[in-house]
């Protein structure tokens, strides 16, 4: 099941980047190995807390969908931090998915959370 919440009331998409204001620090998701699917763009993206730390990150599988005048973000979060290990910290990760390779739907719950979906509000 997926959860709907409202997503930060501040969010600037810049390129693969989403910024998030208005908190206690300036987010952001890094979004690469985008692909798309016949109802949504989906990938994955590193997700900063405070954009201005780097090592401050985790690992998420997201979804972009328009519906009307909003955007949707779906996402998933493992449990465990992400590793410094991953492929994807040590190198610069892919810029472009593949919708025949994608797991999103297939990653085990736990150690992946359900979806859940936030809402922009570009009117707000």
């Known amino acids: ?12 998409l810049q390129g693969d980047i989403a910024i998030l204001k208005g908190g206690p620090a300036e987010g952001e998701y890094a979004f690469y190995a985008l692909h798309a699917h016949p109802q949504f763009i989906c990938g994955k993206a590193w997700h900063h807390e ?36 991953d492929p994807e910290v040590a190198s610069p990760p892919p810029v472009a998915g593949s919708a025949a390779n994608c797991t999103a739907d297939t990653l085990k719950n736990p150690p992946w959370s359900p979806w859940q979906t936030y809402i922009f509000d570009p009117g707000k």
């Open 50 to 85: 405070d954009r201005h730390d780097p090592g401050d990150m985790d690992k998420y599988v997201v979804r972009l969908q328009l519906h009307d005048a909003d955007l949707w973000l779906s996402s998933r979060v493992p449990e465990e931090a992400a590793d410094p290990s």
């Open 1 to 12: 099941m997926t959860a709907i919440t409202p997503l930060h009331p501040d969010m600037a």
